[in-house]
């Protein structure tokens, strides 16, 4: 247990969600683009597919709910660090019921359930970066400072430090970790700036890749007893620099996903999941 | 020992742990000579109260004993030096102290012991080694848990209440894999589980269970189901909140832990423990002042002002929380400056990437105590994690605020020192957490302790700091590079001041000490037995009978010789200087107090303080305001000047005596004193227009003002005694500390300099002539960019260049400097100040010193040159200088410190003189200009800096009679050119200054109609004497001292200064001469005719961006070891220049602070700093550097008014330049 706070990106769970029919025409958007949902639902099954067979998780997998056309964007219903699930307040209205189903999955996993029941708080997911040692929050449209707060209580033992979104939709937007200590960051000026202001409010030092788009920053680590540094990436049709960026990581196992589809209701890679690592002992 | 050291507070642990060895070598030799010092337990079993077997033992009883013996020991041989203290009991207090396993420790203190003293009992006690990770805290008042200051008396900082103490973890080290022993990290594990305990240091539920499972594993040791109930766990405490799931699942994680050892639990404990977010972090409530959202980061659209945060110190930096969430940080390198003031605490930012400049962000405590609690753990972390040795407080010539410091070892030298622990792993108990049911009888004395090893340790422990030493450099890890050097400088002051000190004790000392404001307040009362103030006691009254004995007694040696006696002299000298400062605080406060009862005081007599001793170091806090904002007393420190109205007679006498002990005879005393005297008591109803005039502008002020402003004044009261009474080699230590990188430039703001944070190296020294190339060509550049004000300028300058017959011999080795001195000198008959001023001013923009002393000489001129000057205030200066010069002469050799002191007090002299020649002004009706003069300096003051400007003057000690601008612009020329001189080292000038003296002596005589001229040549003198040679401007002082030219003195001030430093090659002499200068160039903004030339200037430039001046300081060739650092402050009425520019070490580093606006009267201002840095070499012409970085900065800030340049020099000296 010496490990408390050790074993960054190791996983063993993860928890996704059906693409409801509704997402093609209802799901949020920042720009008005047409999804072909017969894609975005292959993309969705690979990515599953490559989770759950390739790289050995386990998959919970929720069903879509017509209802709740953002529903297959699980990571903004919950935050998962340890053993303790911090169930959000979506700062948009109609989306706070996708967190009914996440709470149930999680109390199934034998997760401690926090929810966020203060009315004036918002918190999305994906606005929170947890770096392994610390938690970054962005201060977004979708998220407030009280959301940030609750989240600061729901995790004591790690410093919990805001940020500023001022373009994009969530800070995971533009940013991700690509490994312990390692932030990928989009090149764009609001990125940038963001992650000086990480650096800034950090005591650890991280390293930082720089990838051309800010879309493509954001990818998935994991470090897999099996596999070693895992990192699920955009792929070359969608980013072509940027991929060649993570192609540049040796110590990865890259695999390349395609979120086209998904992309075009803001979602992302890491979007689509929630991982949860549940360890043997506690 | 540590308590009885009042000397040698700066010396810290080490030296203390080698007196205490000392002592007990000395046991034996010295038995007690007690009967006077009783008071330890030892000699008087019946003091040792049922206290020692509270809660330990007998065996402990014993080694309490055995403890107090060595200190009473050590004591003694301390005291046996101050006779007067054995007729005063020892009182003997009983100190609890809560250790981290929630024992009590009970001990029997004196009640003058210092904290350290008290520390390291306890640390014997716990037979903790690595013991600089750990304080002692008390609750103050408020209940609000303080850091024993191991420098200060713990009466003094327990005013109220029990003394209850408790230990605590100061420094949580972020590795507490590195510390060297297990018990060490015994100790740390306590704390941090009271820390989790009491929710301070706040974590999950999984990691209350992994801490729990290890304390109860390194408590219980392995899990052993027989022997456990299966409640085991419940007496132990894990959490706030512990439930019983909680402890289940601790018992289970315990289960697996069979076969680990405590130590090793422990060390689990805090691998874990330590990635805490909250670990370490010290809070703080606070609001944030100011709407300075971009540097908080909050939620888009949210003004920040006024919002509820906290602050936390800790290892890396300051962090800035916003309920749990961390809003901003700040680590260590990122900040430039710590400072605090009343209620507020601010940092000073160094620009980052997006930011140009630096800011200033500030913070607003609950009350001013919280916020000075607040600085110093910043200034104590900052030190500890960031330093490589601890900085020594600021020695400043004209410090103000708070001298406290850090002044135990950094992590760096703790972890070298305890690298050397050779003692085997000493054994301990871990007993007790914190338990639900703790019964004390259980717990006797828990740890063990093996006395001799202890010795022995401790010993180890100094030799291990030598070699600390040694190893400084090579050890340093390369983030610390730059403070290397300073390491070195540390280290070397270590040394230093570990050397015994030689000379007695005074009693005068303590006493004084005990007393300090009382004694400041009214020294007059007290000697001369006026109306009696409350608060004097009878010690002060003592003191002072002394004294005057003394003074009494120096007179006829002073006569005869200045080499004879000299110490006594010197000693007599300063009691009187210091009197006289009391005096003039009285005066002050008369004022303050007839005028309305807010207004604020100058609270300038801080800065006549000398503020030598690092003895005191008492973080005096004083409220000194930022320069525009506060210069009042607060009306609190009012009343602790008590005088009323200082009679003529009690004056009289005073003053004579004064006069006798510096060396005047007997008439000439007689004669001059009585006018003094006159003056004085004329100066009470002055006082009372001025305080009107004051009061408005000053501010609100809380009650812990009071008490700042108490103990800055016993600070004074203190230094002076030591001054007097200290040997010159502790006082030399002391000097070396003095010029810290820790440094308050103004007020009480207190700057973690640069120079510690940043890691500018140090560069090839620049030549002093190439300096003044470069100076010229900026002046040239700034003219050029303003063209008709240049043009005037310009031709002035040239004209008087060549017309100022002075000048001329001069011209060659001083070639810009100079001239403009003479210009001035020269301008002073023309009647018209203000154009001469703004010429000269367009000029000054190229040069910042010669425009200093440019305007100031204007104005001196203006005022002097007309109005006779009161002859009695100029005699006076003379005494007071004339003193100082003999001391200086025959103690150049002597420490640094003693001159600079001297140059303190000389300074509240003049302040006196200043108002000893109002008062005259008024009373004679010659003077009213004057007098009106000041007065408008006054209101000026009030808009800006007002007050400000007249108490720099007043620390100048000058011909008060020509006005303070006169003596400021001394000093600043001299100080210039001392420097360049210094360097340069021309011995032709000494005839030179020959000649200056004869012609003053000519004009001694017909002394009142020439004022104004002596004042000329006083001036002219000042720079050839700078130019002489050390051993000849010695001499030269001689004879002066001897032929008591009042007017002369002034300027011998000057020159002993510069004097010293030559020899010494000190910097910090010149850097107290800067300050001087700074202060004095303060003073002329305050006075009317400044700010109008000023202000014109001003608009001609605003064309060109500059409207700061830049001040090049001339290099100084200083053998290096010792680096200092000296600040020029320059302050005008509306536009401050302070250069800071680096000698030795050769990065100038230009502070441009641009104020927005000054809200006049209500004080309220925007205030940007910004700061430029300008690292480099000789090669780099830092003017234009300067120039350009201004401009900059006047792009980006269109309505920014630069208020202020701050050249920082840092120069290295040799040790012991000095010797004789």
Same mark, same amino acid.
């Given at each position: 247990?010496?490990?408390?706070?050790?074993?960054?990106?190791?996983?063993?769970?993860?928890?996704?969600?059906?693409?409801?029919?509704?997402?093609?025409?209802?799901?949020?958007?920042?720009?008005?683009?047409?999804?072909?949902?017969?894609?975005?639902?292959?993309?969705?099954?690979?990515?599953?597919?490559?989770?759950?067979?390739?790289?050995?998780?386990?998959?919970?997998?929720?069903?879509?709910?017509?209802?709740?056309?953002?529903?297959?964007?699980?990571?903004?219903?919950?935050?998962?660090?340890?053993?303790?699930?911090?169930?959000?307040?979506?700062?948009?209205?109609?989306?706070?019921?996708?967190?009914?189903?996440?709470?149930?999955?999680?109390?199934?996993?034998?997760?401690?359930?926090?929810?966020?029941?203060?009315?004036?708080?918002?918190?999305?997911?994906?606005?929170?970066?947890?770096?392994?040692?610390?938690?970054?929050?962005?201060? $977004?449209?979708?998220?407030?400072?009280?959301?940030?707060?609750?989240?600061?209580?729901?995790?004591?033992?790690?410093?919990?430090?805001?940020?500023?979104?001022?373009?994009?939709?969530?800070?995971?937007?533009?940013?991700?970790?690509?490994?312990?200590?390692?932030?990928?960051?989009?090149?764009?000026?609001?990125?940038?700036?963001?992650?000086?202001?990480?650096?800034?409010?950090?005591?650890?030092?991280?390293?930082?890749?720089?990838?051309?788009?800010?879309?493509?920053?954001?990818?998935?680590?994991?470090?897999?007893? $099996?596999?070693?540094?895992?990192?699920?990436?955009?792929?070359?049709?969608?980013?072509?620099?940027?991929?060649?960026?993570?192609?540049?990581?040796?110590?990865?196992?890259?695999?390349?996903?395609?979120?086209?589809?998904?992309?075009?209701?803001?979602?992302?890679?890491?979007?689509?999941?929630?991982?949860?690592?549940?360890?043997?002992?506690? | 020992?540590?308590?009885?050291?009042?000397?040698?507070?700066?010396?810290?642990?080490?030296?203390?742990?080698?007196?205490?060895?000392?002592?007990?070598?000395?046991?034996?030799?010295?038995?007690?000579?007690?009967?006077?010092?009783?008071?330890?337990?030892?000699?008087?079993?019946?003091?040792?109260?049922?206290?020692?077997?509270?809660?330990?033992?007998?065996?402990?009883?014993?080694?309490?004993?055995?403890?107090?013996?060595?200190?009473?020991?050590?004591?003694?041989?301390?005291?046996?030096?101050?006779?007067?203290?054995?007729?005063?009991?020892?009182?003997?207090?009983?100190?609890?102290?809560?250790?981290?396993?929630?024992?009590?420790?009970?001990?029997?203190?004196?009640?003058?012991?210092?904290?350290?003293?008290?520390?390291?009992?306890?640390?014997?006690?716990?037979?903790?080694?690595?013991?600089?990770?750990?304080?002692?805290?008390?609750?103050?008042?408020?209940?609000?848990?303080?850091?024993?200051?191991?420098?200060?008396?713990?009466?003094?900082?327990?005013?109220?209440?029990?003394?209850?103490?408790?230990?605590?973890?100061?420094?949580?080290?972020?590795?507490?894999?590195?510390?060297?022993?297990?018990?060490?990290?015994?100790?740390?594990?306590?704390?941090?589980?009271?820390?989790?305990?009491?929710?301070?240091?706040?974590?999950?539920?999984?990691?209350?269970?992994?801490?729990?499972?290890?304390?109860?594993?390194?408590?219980?040791?392995?899990?052993?189901?027989?022997?456990?109930?299966?409640?085991?766990?419940?007496?132990?405490?894990?959490?706030?909140?512990?439930?019983?799931?909680?402890?289940?699942?601790?018992?289970?994680?315990?289960?697996?832990?069979?076969?680990?050892?405590?130590?090793?639990?422990?060390?689990?404990?805090?691998?874990?423990?330590?990635?805490?977010?909250?670990?370490?972090?010290?809070?703080?409530?606070?609001?944030?002042?100011?709407?300075?959202?971009?540097?908080?980061?909050?939620?888009?659209?949210?003004?920040?002002?006024?919002?509820?945060?906290?602050?936390?110190?800790?290892?890396?930096?300051?962090?800035?929380?916003?309920?749990?969430?961390?809003?901003?940080?700040?680590?260590?390198?990122?900040?430039?400056?710590?400072?605090?003031?009343?209620?507020?605490?601010?940092?000073?930012?160094?620009?980052?990437?997006?930011?140009?400049?630096?800011?200033?962000?500030?913070?607003?405590?609950?009350?001013?105590?919280?916020?000075?609690?607040?600085?110093?753990?910043?200034?104590?972390?900052?030190?500890?994690?960031?330093?490589?040795?601890?900085?020594?407080?600021?020695?400043?010539?004209?410090?103000?605020?708070?001298?406290?410091?850090?002044?135990?070892?950094?992590?760096?030298?703790?972890?070298?020192?305890?690298?050397?622990?050779?003692?085997?792993?000493?054994?301990?108990?871990?007993?007790?957490?914190?338990?639900?049911?703790?019964?004390?009888?259980?717990?006797?004395?828990?740890?063990?302790?093996?006395?001799?090893?202890?010795?022995?340790?401790?010993?180890?422990?100094?030799?291990?700091?030598?070699?600390?030493?040694?190893?400084?450099?090579?050890?340093?890890?390369?983030?610390?590079?730059?403070?290397?050097?300073?390491?070195?400088?540390?280290?070397?002051?270590?040394?230093?001041?570990?050397?015994?000190?030689?000379?007695?004790?005074?009693?005068?000392?303590?006493?004084?000490?005990?007393?300090?404001?009382?004694?400041?307040?009214?020294?007059?009362?007290?000697?001369?037995?006026?109306?009696?103030?409350?608060?004097?006691?009878?010690?002060?009254?003592?003191?002072?009978?002394?004294?005057?004995?003394?003074?009494?007694?120096?007179?006829?040696?002073?006569?005869?010789?200045?080499?004879?006696?000299?110490?006594?002299?010197?000693?007599?000298?300063?009691?009187?200087?210091?009197?006289?400062?009391?005096?003039?605080?009285?005066?002050?406060?008369?004022?303050?107090?007839?005028?309305?009862?807010?207004?604020?005081?100058?609270?300038?007599?801080?800065?006549?303080?000398?503020?030598?001793?690092?003895?005191?170091?008492?973080?005096?806090?004083?409220?000194?305001?930022?320069?525009?904002?506060?210069?009042?007393?607060?009306?609190?420190?009012?009343?602790?000047?008590?005088?009323?109205?200082?009679?003529?007679?009690?004056?009289?006498?005073?003053?004579?005596?004064?006069?006798?002990?510096?060396?005047?005879?007997?008439?000439?005393?007689?004669?001059?004193?009585?006018?003094?005297?006159?003056?004085?008591?004329?100066?009470?109803?002055?006082?009372? @227009?001025?305080?009107?005039?004051?009061?408005?502008?000053?501010?609100?002020?809380?009650?812990?003002? !009071?008490?700042?402003?108490?103990?800055?004044?016993?600070?004074?009261?203190?230094?002076?005694?030591?001054?007097?009474?200290?040997?010159?080699?502790?006082?030399?230590?002391?000097?070396?500390?003095?010029?810290?990188?820790?440094?308050?430039?103004?007020?009480?703001?207190?700057?973690?300099?640069?120079?510690?944070?940043?890691?500018?190296?140090?560069?090839?020294?620049?030549?002093?002539?190439?300096?003044?190339?470069?100076?010229?060509?900026?002046?040239?550049?700034?003219?050029?960019?303003?063209?008709?004000?240049?043009?005037?300028?310009?031709?002035?300058?040239?004209?008087?260049?060549?017309?100022?017959?002075?000048?001329?011999?001069?011209?060659?080795?001083?070639?810009?400097?100079?001239?403009?001195?003479?210009?001035?000198?020269?301008?002073?008959?023309?009647?018209?100040?203000?154009?001469?001023?703004?010429?000269?001013?367009?000029?000054?923009?190229?040069?910042?010193?010669?425009?200093?002393?440019?305007?100031?000489?204007?104005?001196?001129?203006?005022?002097?040159?007309?109005?006779?000057?009161?002859?009695?205030?100029?005699?006076?200066?003379?005494?007071?200088?004339?003193?100082?010069?003999?001391?200086?002469?025959?103690?150049?050799?002597?420490?640094?410190?003693?001159?600079?002191?001297?140059?303190?007090?000389?300074?509240?002299?003049?302040?006196?003189?200043?108002?000893?020649?109002?008062?005259?002004?008024?009373?004679?009706?010659?003077?009213?200009?004057?007098?009106?003069?000041?007065?408008?300096?006054?209101?000026?003051?009030?808009?800006?800096?007002?007050?400000?400007?007249?108490?720099?003057?007043? !620390?100048?000690?000058?011909?008060?009679?020509?006005?303070?601008?006169?003596?400021?612009?001394?000093?600043?020329?001299?100080?210039?050119?001392?420097?360049?001189?210094?360097?340069?080292?021309?011995?032709?000038?000494?005839?030179?200054?020959?000649?200056?003296?004869?012609?003053?002596?000519?004009?001694?005589?017909?002394?009142?109609?020439?004022?104004?001229?002596?004042?000329?040549?006083?001036?002219?003198?000042?720079?050839?004497?700078?130019?002489?040679?050390?051993?000849?401007?010695?001499?030269?002082?001689? @004879?002066?001292?001897?032929?008591?030219?009042?007017?002369?003195?002034?300027?011998?001030?000057?020159?002993?200064?510069?004097?010293?430093?030559?020899?010494? @090659?000190?910097?910090?002499?010149?850097?107290?001469?800067?300050?001087?200068?700074?202060?004095?160039?303060?003073?002329?903004?305050?006075?009317?005719?400044?700010?109008?030339?000023?202000?014109?200037?001003?608009?001609?430039?605003?064309?060109?961006?500059?409207?700061?001046?830049?001040?090049?300081?001339?290099?100084?060739?200083?053998?290096?070891?010792?680096?200092?650092?000296?600040?020029?402050?320059?302050?005008?009425?509306?536009?401050?220049?302070?250069?800071?520019?680096?000698?030795?070490?050769?990065?100038?580093?230009?502070?441009?602070?641009?104020?927005?606006?000054?809200?006049?009267?209500?004080?309220?201002?925007?205030?940007?700093?910004?700061?430029?840095?300008?690292?480099?070499?000789?090669?780099?012409?830092?003017?234009?550097?300067?120039?350009?970085?201004?401009?900059?900065?006047?792009?980006?800030?269109?309505?920014?008014?630069?208020?202020?340049?701050?050249?920082?020099?840092?120069?290295?000296?040799?040790?012991?330049?000095?010797?004789?």
């Amino acid at each position: 247990m010496a490990g408390l706070m050790a074993g960054f990106g190791h996983y063993t769970h993860a928890v996704v969600r059906g693409i409801p029919a509704s997402l093609a025409k209802e799901a949020l958007r920042s720009s008005q683009t047409e999804v072909d949902l017969a894609k975005a639902v292959k993309e969705q099954e690979a990515y599953v597919e490559v989770l759950r067979t390739r790289l050995g998780l386990e998959v919970v997998e929720l069903p879509a709910d017509e209802s709740l056309p953002d529903c297959v964007f699980v990571e903004d219903a919950a935050v998962v660090c340890g053993d303790t699930a911090l169930i959000t307040r979506p700062g948009v209205e109609n989306r706070r019921g996708e967190t009914e189903a996440m709470k149930g999955a999680l109390k199934d996993l034998n997760l401690n359930i926090v929810e966020m029941t203060d009315e004036n708080a918002t918190l999305d997911g994906g606005d929170v970066l947890f770096t392994g040692r610390e938690f970054f929050v962005g201060l $977004s449209k979708r998220t407030n400072q009280r959301g940030a707060e609750i989240l600061a209580d729901a995790f004591k033992d790690y410093a919990v430090s805001t940020v500023p979104v001022l373009e994009g939709l969530h800070l995971k937007c533009f940013c991700s970790m690509g490994g312990p200590g390692l932030i990928v960051i989009g090149s764009s000026e609001p990125a940038q700036k963001a992650l000086k202001i990480m650096q800034q409010m950090s005591d650890h030092r991280y390293d930082k890749l720089t990838v051309p788009d800010d879309l493509a920053a954001n990818c998935i680590y994991m470090n897999l007893p $099996s596999k070693g540094h895992v990192l699920l990436h955009c792929t070359a049709e969608e980013f072509p620099e940027s991929a060649k960026v993570f192609e540049k990581l040796k110590d990865h196992m890259l695999i390349p996903m395609s979120n086209l589809e998904r992309g075009k209701v803001d979602g992302s890679l890491t979007c689509c999941s929630v991982l949860i690592n549940k360890k043997a002992n506690i | 020992m540590t308590t009885e050291s009042g000397a040698d507070s700066e010396a810290k642990q080490p030296q203390e742990n080698k007196e205490t060895e000392k002592g007990k070598a000395k046991a034996a030799s010295q038995p007690s000579q007690v009967a006077a010092e009783p008071a330890l337990p030892q000699n008087q079993p019946e003091q040792l109260p049922a206290a020692v077997g509270h809660s330990t033992p007998a065996r402990k009883e014993q080694e309490q004993q055995e403890e107090d013996l060595v200190s009473h020991r050590s004591s003694t041989s301390r005291l046996s030096r101050s006779p007067l203290r054995g007729v005063k009991k020892v009182k003997i207090m009983q100190c609890k102290v809560t250790l981290l396993d929630g024992l009590d420790f009970t001990l029997n203190v004196e009640k003058r012991a210092k904290g350290q003293f008290l520390f390291d009992k306890v640390c014997d006690h716990l037979n903790l080694l690595e013991k600089d990770y750990f304080g002692i805290t008390y609750r103050d008042v408020e209940n609000q848990k303080n850091w024993l200051d191991p420098a200060k008396e713990l009466k003094k900082q327990i005013r109220t209440g029990p003394w209850n103490f408790a230990f605590n973890v100061k420094f949580y080290p972020p590795d507490p894999s590195q510390l060297t022993e297990d018990i060490t990290r015994y100790y740390l594990c306590l704390q941090l589980r009271d820390d989790v305990v009491s929710g301070r240091l706040p974590c999950s539920f999984a990691t209350h269970t992994v801490l729990g499972s290890y304390t109860a594993q390194s408590e219980l040791g392995d899990y052993d189901s027989e022997e456990l109930a299966s409640d085991y766990l419940s007496e132990l405490r894990f959490a706030p909140n512990q439930t019983k799931e909680l402890e289940e699942k601790v018992m289970e994680l315990h289960k697996t832990y069979k076969g680990m050892s405590p130590a090793d639990a422990e060390m689990h404990f805090l691998e874990n423990a330590k990635k805490l977010s909250m670990y370490g972090v010290d809070l703080h409530h606070a609001k944030l002042v100011g709407n300075l959202y971009e540097c908080l980061a909050p939620a888009e659209g949210e003004d920040s002002e006024g919002v509820e945060i906290m602050l936390g110190v800790c290892a890396s930096g300051l962090l800035i929380y916003r309920d749990r969430l961390r809003i901003n940080r700040f680590a260590w390198p990122k900040i430039l400056k710590i400072s605090y003031k009343r209620n507020n605490f601010y940092i000073k930012i160094r620009p980052g990437e997006f930011e140009q400049f630096e800011s200033t962000i500030g913070f607003k405590l609950p009350n001013h105590r919280a916020a000075k609690r607040l600085w110093k753990v910043c200034v104590e972390h900052h030190t500890f994690f960031r330093l490589v040795s601890p900085e020594a407080p600021p020695k400043k010539f004209l410090t103000l605020g708070s001298k406290f410091r850090y002044s135990g070892r950094t992590q760096a030298q703790t972890r070298r020192a305890s690298s050397q622990i050779i003692r085997p792993a000493p054994f301990f108990e871990r007993t007790s957490s914190k338990r639900y049911n703790m019964s004390r009888s259980l717990d006797g004395a828990p740890i063990m302790e093996n006395h001799e090893t202890l010795m022995k340790d401790s010993a180890a422990d100094g030799e291990a700091k030598v070699i600390a030493k040694g190893d400084i450099i090579t050890t340093v890890t390369t983030e610390k590079k730059a403070e290397e050097e300073k390491a070195e400088e540390g280290d070397a002051k270590k040394d230093t001041a570990e050397t015994p000190e030689p000379a007695a004790t005074s009693p005068l000392r303590q006493d004084t000490k005990c007393t300090p404001h009382a004694f400041t307040s009214d020294p007059l009362r007290s000697e001369l037995s006026l109306p009696s103030s409350p608060i004097s006691s009878t010690k002060v009254r003592r003191r002072h009978r002394e004294n005057a004995r003394k003074r009494a007694s120096s007179v006829s040696p002073v006569k005869s010789g200045t080499g004879c006696r000299r110490r006594q002299a010197r000693a007599d000298h300063k009691a009187a200087l210091l009197e006289e400062q009391a005096l003039l605080l009285s005066a002050r406060k008369q004022r303050l107090e007839q005028g309305k009862r807010r207004g604020g005081t100058l609270f300038s007599f801080s800065l006549h303080l000398p503020d030598l001793s690092s003895i005191l170091d008492e973080d005096g806090y004083i409220t000194f305001p930022d320069l525009s904002e506060m210069r009042f007393l607060p009306e609190c420190a009012q009343n602790f000047l008590p005088i009323k109205s200082p009679s003529l007679i009690p004056c009289f006498l005073f003053i004579f005596f004064f006069l006798l002990s510096t060396s005047f005879s007997v008439p000439y005393a007689l004669t001059l004193s009585f006018p003094l005297a006159l003056c004085l008591c004329y100066l009470e109803p002055k006082a009372a @227009s001025l305080t009107a005039s004051l009061a408005q502008s000053y501010h609100d002020h809380d009650s812990s003002e !009071e008490e700042e402003t108490d103990s800055e004044q016993t600070d004074f009261a203190f230094d002076g005694e030591m001054t007097a009474t200290e040997s010159e080699a502790d006082e030399d230590s002391e000097m070396r500390t003095q010029y810290s990188f820790i440094r308050r430039v103004k007020g009480e703001n207190v700057f973690i300099r640069h120079s510690n944070l940043m890691l500018e190296d140090t560069e090839p020294p620049a030549e002093v002539v190439k300096h003044q190339t470069n100076i010229s060509e900026l002046k040239r550049s700034f003219l050029e960019t303003d063209g008709s004000v240049t043009m005037p300028g310009l031709t002035e300058w040239e004209k008087r260049l060549s017309s100022s017959p002075m000048r001329s011999p001069r011209s060659d080795e001083a070639p810009m400097i100079e001239p403009l001195e003479l210009d001035t000198k020269e301008d002073e008959p023309a009647a018209d100040e203000t154009k001469e001023v703004e010429p000269k001013i367009t000029e000054a923009a190229g040069y910042l010193v010669k425009y200093v002393v440019d305007s100031m000489t204007a104005d001196g001129p203006t005022s002097s040159g007309p109005h006779g000057v009161s002859l009695s205030t100029t005699m006076d200066d003379d005494v007071f200088v004339d003193g100082t010069l003999r001391e200086v002469e025959e103690k150049t050799p002597e420490s640094q410190d003693e001159v600079s002191e001297r140059l303190v007090v000389k300074v509240s002299p003049g302040a006196m003189r200043q108002e000893v020649s109002q008062a005259i002004s008024d009373k004679k009706g010659t003077l009213i200009i004057l007098k009106d003069v000041e007065d408008k300096s006054d209101t000026e003051g009030k808009e800006k800096s007002a007050v400000p400007g007249e108490f720099k003057a007043d !620390e100048h000690v000058m011909l008060m009679a020509s006005k303070e601008e006169e003596i400021p612009r001394a000093d600043t020329s001299v100080v210039t050119e001392a420097q360049t001189t210094a360097a340069k080292m021309l011995s032709p000038k000494v005839e030179i200054k020959t000649d200056g003296m004869t012609q003053i002596k000519g004009i001694d005589s017909p002394k009142k109609a020439m004022a104004s001229w002596i004042s000329e040549k006083v001036k002219t003198q000042t720079p050839e004497f700078i130019s002489v040679s050390t051993k000849e401007v010695k001499d030269m002082k001689t @004879s002066d001292g001897l032929q008591e030219r009042a007017e002369i003195f002034t300027f011998k001030e000057v020159q002993s200064e510069q004097i010293t430093v030559s020899e010494s @090659s000190t910097t910090s002499l010149v850097v107290s001469t800067l300050e001087c200068v700074s202060s004095s160039q303060k003073a002329p903004a305050g006075q009317e005719e400044k700010p109008v030339i000023e202000t014109e200037a001003l608009p001609a430039k605003s064309a060109g961006p500059t409207s700061t001046d830049i001040t090049a300081v001339a290099t100084k060739d200083m053998p290096v070891i010792h680096t200092e650092t000296k600040t020029i402050t320059y302050e005008a009425a509306e536009v401050h220049v302070t250069t800071m520019c680096d000698c030795r070490s050769y990065w100038m580093a230009f502070y441009v602070f641009s104020v927005g606006q000054t809200v006049k009267g209500g004080i309220s201002e925007t205030r940007i700093e910004k700061r430029i840095v300008i690292t480099g070499d000789a090669d780099i012409d830092h003017d234009e550097a300067l120039a350009q970085a201004i401009k900059e900065a006047k792009e980006q800030h269109p309505d920014m008014s630069v208020t202020k340049v701050v050249v920082h020099k840092e120069t290295e000296i040799t040790p012991e330049e000095g010797e004789d």
